[in-house]
């Protein structure tokens, strides 16, 4: 049996996971906080268990029941908590153990393996073990359905349809890529704006565009792409906003210095593809 997984498309921070001795990654995008807590602590409410946190109620589910793997007794007094934040809701996975956060490769699964359940694809870590990156929107849709407070997935497509299109802020000096960005998107539904610098895209962020999602270049005038994540991510209006780099620039110290300005994900120009962008941008979105 061998597993071919494609080239490399996109680079994203993620927390490691270990579950039932098994380790997994999610991107910290996604994670609001991480908990050590006493089970003491957790309370149960209508069957449920569930957590309080600073005057909020968090629902507690076991991310190796979410997997359908089985889980593994743990040793010890402290429970490790993840706690997911996805479209206006919250959940606290328990899982085994906190490995660590690191920058990650995303590598798409392939066309063979188009949609795994709770899986959006994989990356390989330096001593060569291949760790699942979990999809977070499968994640949280599925734990609402083993706590019983998710209605069927039909529903939840009409209430996206209806919720409205997504939007998008495009910043790219170049009109050739500028364009060839605006028609992805907006073949795949989204409201696209455009931005022909960085300066220029923060000021319309600034002067009140509401956007789902900021897809930039980095070598552009007036303000670099790094230096426009920097701007999003230290203001707290708009510190939310997923932030994708696109560019050429290949180097480790440069995709490095991407993801420390602040961007969720970092997707270099020559592999460019597609459905890795749609798919990076969709994953981002809460």
């Known amino acids: ?6 080239r490399t498309l996109a680079i994203i921070r993620a927390l490691m996971l270990r579950v039932s001795g098994q380790v997994f990654s999610m991107p910290t995008a996604s994670i609001e906080e991480t908990l050590r807590i006493d089970p003491a602590e957790v309370l149960k409410v209508e069957g449920r268990e569930v957590i309080r946190r600073q005057q909020r109620t968090i629902p507690l589910v076991r991310l190796a029941d979410v997997l359908r793997i089985p889980p593994v007794e743990q040793a010890g007094t402290k ?18 153990s906190f490995v660590g956060e690191q920058q990650i490769v995303i590598k798409n699964l392939g066309s ?15 001593a060569g073990e291949v760790v699942p990156i979990l999809n977070v929107p499968d994640l949280m849709q599925n734990a609402r359905m083993l706590s019983g407070g998710l209605r069927p997935r039909e529903v939840k497509a009409a209430e996206k349809e209806a919720a409205g299109p997504r ?39 600034k002067e009140g565009l509401h956007v789902d999602a900021v897809v930039t270049d980095v070598q552009m005038p007036n303000m670099t792409g790094f230096e426009l994540t920097r701007a999003i991510k230290t203001d707290p209006a708009l510190d939310e906003i997923p932030v994708i780099i696109v560019t050429s620039l290949e180097r ?29 941008v969709e994953r981002l979105i809460r």
Do not use: W
């Open 1 to 6: 049996f061998r597993l071919t997984i494609p």
């Open 79 to 96: 429970m490790s908590i993840a706690v997911v934040g996805f479209s206006g809701h919250r959940m606290g996975f328990i899982v085994d």
């Open 112 to 126: 063979h393996l188009k949609k795994v359940d709770n899986v959006a694809g994989v990356t390989i870590l330096g």
């Open 167 to 205: 939007h998008v802020l495009i910043c790219e000096d170049s009109f050739t890529t500028r364009e060839l960005e605006r028609s992805i998107f907006e073949a795949a539904g989204y409201v696209v704006e455009v931005a022909m610098d960085g300066a220029q895209g923060f000021n319309k962020l």
């Open 252 to 280: 480790d110290e440069e995709k490095a210095e991407g993801i420390d300005a602040g961007a969720d994900a970092y997707i270099t120009k020559s592999v460019f593809n597609q459905d890795t962008l749609l798919d990076t």
